[in-house]
């Protein structure tokens, strides 16, 4: 399956929109992968199922078509109010935005052919989730990081083919993953949104 792919809506909302439904279900994916690496990561696993059910909640309370419409949503109760909320869906995508970047630079290592994927995963943690968790997340994390498999048996279980096939998979993958980072970086940068606590 394809998962990272199903993300982005590269090129097909016009203006630079992320769908919440592609976003969702592209998340769904990526956790039932990582629910399948094993109960090692099931503390970070957990943390995300919570995230995307929270998302899913709003989008059918309100019926939220994209990020977008969620952000100009929870502004209009004023940034104030916004930041008050430990439940808005705005903090919310922000720390799945901040894992996104995770992804986008785990897969960039794993395509690049470093054998090591737990020298990966924590390189990649660390110049993007580490600086938003406190010490003891990390810890936690960078022991989890060390079950992962290897490279060859990570791309066997993408399940897309062949090694080589899995590789042009995520040279396809990719770019709409950094499609959907920055235009939501953007679009938090914009509102001032980026250190939501
Ligand atoms: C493959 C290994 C997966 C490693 C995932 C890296 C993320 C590590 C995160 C560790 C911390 C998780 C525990 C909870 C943290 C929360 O405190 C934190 C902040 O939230 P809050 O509400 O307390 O302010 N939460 C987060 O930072 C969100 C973390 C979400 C992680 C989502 C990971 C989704 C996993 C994907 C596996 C993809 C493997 C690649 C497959 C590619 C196939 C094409």
């Excluded at 977008?68 to 995508?93: F, I, K, N, Y």
């Excluded at 990966?120 to 968790?133: E, F, G, K, M």
């Excluded at 396809?172 to 001032?192: C, M, N, R, W």
């Amino acid at each position: 399956m394809t998962y990272a792919k199903r993300i982005g809506p590269r090129g097909a909302a016009g203006g630079g929109e992320v769908l919440l439904e592609p976003y969702l279900s592209g998340w769904r994916g990526l956790i039932r992968f990582l629910q399948s690496l094993g109960a090692v990561f099931s503390f970070i696993s957990k943390d995300a199922v919570a995230k995307v059910a929270l998302l899913e909640g709003h989008q059918q309370q309100h019926g939220f078509v994209s990020l977008q419409s969620l952000v100009q949503h929870e502004l209009a109760a004023g940034p104030a109010a916004l930041r008050a909320r430990s439940d808005s869906g705005c903090r919310t995508v922000l720390r799945l935005h901040r894992a996104l970047r995770w992804l986008q630079l785990f897969l960039e290592g794993l395509r690049s052919g470093e054998p090591r994927t737990s020298v990966l995963c924590t390189d990649a943690y660390n110049a993007s989730l580490a600086q938003h968790h406190p010490w003891v997340v990390r810890k936690a994390a960078t022991v989890a990081f060390c079950a992962l498999p290897s490279r060859d048996a990570f791309l066997e279980i993408m399940n897309v083919g062949s090694q080589e096939e899995a590789v042009a998979m995520l040279g396809e993958a990719i770019p709409y993953i950094g499609d959907v980072y920055s235009i939501t970086q953007e679009l938090f940068t914009q509102h001032k949104l980026l250190d939501l606590p």
